[in-house]
């Protein structure tokens, strides 16, 4: 586990570069889709803590909604609008749906949006070790899923910004927001997108010291902390502002949180 090549940020601890074992377990190909999480909402009738917030944070171009829905930019991050009405079903405000997004992962959910699901799916979210090695799928020490480099001149693998962010995406690689869950290509396990499009929930706190004292069998995060860990990047991710679209990267949030670029995948209980 972590980055061997000396890309994150000092405040993300993807330091230092340790080996961890993990017992055996399976993990979903793909991000839940929003299909998924319909057919949880129709069994059990949850609402997400957006619903039940009255809102939640969506990207500013992104933004589908009467001007009275907006809240305001968050402080240091004014991409991000807080939009009453948002939320997994509204995607993008009060004014979008999720037609056409069926095979989309879902998002606006939080980390206990995501605990909710896997209780009642029989599922658990990944560690970040099962995150991570999932994600290099054998390959040690690569900065992403298929090796070292970017190489988009061959076409993009992943779904990130392209452009001068956070004002101008060029969508070179299709998508101003989410793309569909089997886009571009699976990793060399068969794991689609495990980075860019959307971040992952984790299971783990989150602890930018813990590599220096991770225990090697099993690691499953700090025993306190008040944030959870995120794996991934999404599509927001750009070289100028979060260059955390690669396999060793971290990063987190509070368990309460949502927002339109992270949703999750689950592993074996």
């Not at 807080?82 to 009060?94: N, T």
């Not at 783990?204 to 225990?215: A, E, K, L, T």
Request: charged fraction near 20%; proline fraction near 5%.
């Amino acid at each position: 586990m972590g980055d061997s090549h000396r890309d994150g940020l000092n405040a993300d601890g993807e330091t230092p570069v340790h080996r961890v074992f993990t017992e055996s377990y399976s993990i979903d190909a793909t991000t839940v889709t929003n299909t998924a999480f319909t057919e949880f909402v129709s069994a059990t009738g949850y609402r997400t803590e957006a619903e039940v917030f009255g809102f939640s944070a969506v990207f500013h171009l992104a933004v589908q909604a009467h001007p009275s829905d907006l809240i305001g930019t968050a402080a240091g991050t004014p991409w991000w609008v807080g939009v009453r009405g948002a939320d997994w079903r509204h995607p993008h405000g009060r004014l979008s749906g999720l037609d056409k997004l069926e095979d989309h992962p879902v998002v606006h959910v939080s980390w206990n949006d995501a605990q909710a699901y896997c209780a009642w799916a029989d599922r658990a979210l990944a560690t970040e070790a099962q995150w991570e090695r999932a994600a290099r799928a054998g390959r040690e020490h690569m900065r992403y899923p298929w090796g070292d480099e970017l190489d988009a001149e061959n076409g993009w693998r992943c779904n990130i910004w392209q452009g001068l962010f956070p004002t101008v995406n060029t969508l070179e690689d299709g998508a101003l927001t989410t793309a569909p869950v089997r886009s571009y290509e699976p990793n060399a396990w068969g794991l689609w997108q495990m980075v860019g499009n959307v971040w992952e929930w984790c299971a783990d706190r989150f602890d930018h010291d813990y590599y220096r004292i991770s225990p090697e069998m099993n690691p499953k995060g700090p025993e306190q902390g008040s944030q959870r860990s995120m794996r991934g990047g999404s599509y927001l991710c750009h070289d100028s502002y979060c260059n955390r679209y690669r396999n060793a990267a971290r990063s987190s949030n509070t368990p309460d949180s949502s927002m339109g670029n992270a949703g999750f995948r689950t592993v074996s209980p």
